[in-house]
């Protein structure tokens, strides 16, 4: 790798580099001319690279990556080196110091003081043996070198031959100054100098050599960079640029481009690729516009459908009244599909004829004729049936219609009657040169028919056609939805009538036959002249006259009832009110919310009629001393109305079945409620009342 590096020549001089890319292109040489140039140059060792790049990227990394490890690998030796020696020069400096604190402390033990000798020749003996062993963990070891070896043997047998059975002696050798250790210690103190200078000495020689790898590291970083930098340069760069420049040519939409093939590389094979879709790109180009405009105009009409859908669906589902929806639906199906004039006709299940709705853009004239068809007799009974019919030429119509008696449509042709012709020309007398008709359905129901008129002929595709048929079924849904409602309301009001009538017979009816039958009496006593017994009649004629009032206020007072949420508990105070006014009975009011959701309006008002009818059946026939009302609000909801009164007999009010008006009036509410209504009596034994409602069964209010 050196000797590549070091080569002062090149295939390609590095004035190319600063060249246009078109002209680097077209000057520089292939990749592979350049890589065996420079194997050539170099003996040849990249001769087997030649053809595939992912094999000389491998190469050359492998071989920059040894050089660079093996360089860093020997600085972090050296440096190693250094510190372990650094270690070993603190060390070896302190066993002066070391020495000099045992020559202290003997002197402290002669003199009998106290003293940390032991302390220090044991410190002193651990410091040796480090620099004997070395530590690696710090790091700390000599220096691999003989003298210095051998310099620190002398002061290790210095240490332990002379001076330390001299501190010995000296312990011992009673008080005075220990002449023998310190006769030892300057030769000791001097070789442990000479130590540290041969580690110093050998340091610097190792930091030098330090330096000079940390150079070469550097001087090889900058020389192997510009080198992978070139070639590099000559491997991708120059194809990228040629890729490049084709590029921009084809962008240009110069499909005649053609980038040349001279190496056998994965450069070589995307240059063929290339060439070879350019081909194919300039095969496609020619109708390629073509079939974008038709993909973006059939995109744009599907985002039309949907948007028409869509806005279509969400004005159906607005609470207008039938015409003024077909009105709107209209309006809006004209300016989307640019008619000039329509109508909506809805079919008459009383007389099978299609009656004009609503008409937009179409003459008085033509609207007068068309109020009120036959279904069979033109397009738009048809339509309402069957498939849609769209006449295109409304003249051609005319002409053929002479002449074969058959209209021509989007379909199929249907048999011509004179009906069809009279219509067909109050179309092409308005002014109207195409029409197209759709039905209105419901679930496979036609309710009726819309058309479209345009002034001109008006070609419609299948996909117009599709969606005007979704759009009339979503039309008659909601013809149909507004139908059921309205049926609704009309069921309702008929349950609430018969109610009014159930409860008109339970009362009013009967209080009226007993008047009846009070004036029959009257009558016969006057023609008698017997006005003792008028006198007595009179004031029966009376009381039922009254009793009669207070029926009818209390039918109109419950019929007029109308509850929000959370207004049950007032509506049960009033009631329990107006029952303690009207009756002598003493009643009993035990209310008792436990947690339980508030019932909604409709449900409250239902369960308020059942307390009232419940209390008006007492207050009539019970003949009650005592009456208790519970209401209990929790999981389930709870209604219970008791009395001590005379009572019935079950069987006997079973065998009544529905004559008994008051009793099937609140077993009809419970039923609404989806409730659970029990009634309990007996003879003599007062009776009660009880509706549950589960929860299953409650509504949210």
Same mark, same amino acid.
């Given at each position: ?473 979503? =039309?008659?849904? @909601? #013809?149909? /939805?507004? *139908?059921?409602? +309205?049926? &609704?309301?009309?069921?309702? $009001? %008929? ?115 059942? =307390?009232?009818? @419940? #209390?008006? /059946?007492? *207050?009539?026939? +019970?003949? &009650?001393?005592?009456?208790? $009302? %519970? ?71």
């Amino acid at each position: 790798m050196l000797a590549l590096v070091r080569r002062p020549s090149f295939p390609v001089s590095f004035m190319a580099m600063t060249r246009s890319p078109d002209s680097a292109a077209r000057s520089a040489p292939s990749p592979a001319a350049a890589v065996a140039a420079l194997a050539a140059q170099s003996g040849g060792p990249l001769a087997p690279f030649r053809r595939r790049l992912s094999t000389r990227i491998v190469v050359l990394s492998t071989v920059v990556l040894a050089i660079v490890l093996t360089m860093i690998g020997g600085t972090l030796w050296l440096s190693w080196q250094l510190e372990g020696a650094g270690a070993a020069i603190n060390d070896a400096g302190s066993l002066r110091m070391r020495a000099n604190a045992v020559a202290i402390e003997l002197w402290e033990t002669r003199l009998g003081k106290p003293s940390r000798l032991d302390a220090q020749v044991g410190q002193l003996n651990e410091t040796l043996r480090q620099l004997h062993e070395g530590n690696a963990a710090r790091p700390l070891f000599l220096p691999d070198d003989a003298l210095i070896r051998q310099q620190f043997d002398r002061v290790a047998t210095s240490w332990h031959e002379r001076l330390e059975p001299a501190v010995q002696r000296d312990r011992v050798s009673g008080v005075g100054e220990p002449s023998g250790y310190l006769a030892l210690l300057p030769a000791f103190v001097d070789d442990a100098n000479r130590l540290v200078v041969l580690i110093e000495r050998e340091n610097a020689r190792k930091t030098a050599w330090l330096r000079t790898s940390q150079i070469a590291l550097a001087a090889l970083s900058c020389v192997g960079t510009v080198a992978i930098v070139y070639l590099l340069y000559l491997w991708f760069v120059v194809p990228v640029q040629r890729l490049q420049d084709g590029l921009a040519r084809i962008e240009a939409q110069e499909f005649d481009t053609r980038l040349p093939v001279d190496t056998r590389d994965e450069f070589g094979h995307l240059a063929q690729g290339f060439n070879q879709m350019v081909a194919e790109l300039q095969a496609l180009y020619q109708d390629l516009a073509a079939r974008v405009d038709v993909k973006t105009g059939q995109l744009a009409a599907q985002n039309r459908e949907l948007r028409i859908l869509y806005e279509m669906a969400a004005f159906l589902n607005t609470p207008e009244p039938v015409e003024p929806l077909s009105r709107d639906f209209l309006t809006r199906l004209m300016r989307e599909f640019e008619a000039d004039g329509g109508t909506v006709r809805l079919a008459s299940a009383e007389d099978d004829n299609l009656h004009l709705l609503v008409a937009e853009g179409l003459p008085e004239e033509l609207v007068r004729a068309e109020r009120c068809m036959p279904a069979q007799d033109c397009a738009c009974g048809a339509a309402s049936a069957e498939e849609p019919v769209v006449v295109v030429d409304l003249r051609s119509l005319v002409a053929q219609m002479s002449a074969k008696g058959r209209i021509p449509t989007a379909n199929a042709a249907n048999t011509m009657s004179d009906a069809e012709r009279a219509h067909a020309q109050h179309c092409l007398r308005a002014g109207f040169a195409s029409v197209a008709v759709f039905g209105i359905v419901s679930q496979s129901e036609p309710l009726g028919t819309f058309s479209l008129h345009f002034r001109r002929e008006r070609q419609m595709p299948p996909s117009e056609v599709q969606l005007l048929q979704t759009l009339g079924r979503h =039309l008659g849904v @909601a #013809l149909k /939805n507004r *139908r059921l409602a +309205a049926l &609704a309301r009309q069921l309702a $009001v %008929s349950e609430e009538r018969n109610l009014v009538a159930q409860g008109l017979h339970d009362s009013i009816a009967q209080g009226l036959s007993f008047l009846k039958m009070q004036v029959h009496l009257l009558d016969g006593a006057a023609a008698d002249g017997n006005l003792d017994e008028v006198r007595e009649i009179v004031p029966l004629l009376a009381g039922g006259v009254e009793e009669s009032y207070d029926d009818v206020r209390e039918l109109l007072l419950n019929f007029r009832s109308k509850l929000g949420t959370g207004a049950l508990r007032p509506a049960v105070d009033d009631t329990v009110a107006r029952f303690r006014r009207q009756s002598d009975a003493e009643l009993s009011l035990d209310y008792r919310d436990e947690g339980g959701p508030p019932l909604p309006a409709d449900q409250q008002l239902q369960v308020l009629f059942v =307390l009232q009818e @419940a #209390l008006s /059946n007492i *207050r009539k026939h +019970a003949e &009650a001393q005592h009456v208790s $009302v %519970s209401v209990v609000n929790g999981r389930d909801f709870r209604l219970a109305i008791e009395d001590d009164g005379v009572g019935y007999d079950p069987a006997d009010i079973a065998a009544r079945g529905e004559a008994h008006v008051g009793f099937h009036i609140m077993r009809e509410r419970a039923k609404r409620l989806a409730g659970a209504l029990t009634l309990d009596s007996a003879p003599g034994r007062g009776s009660r009342v009880e509706l549950v409602l589960p929860a299953a069964s409650r509504k949210a209010a």
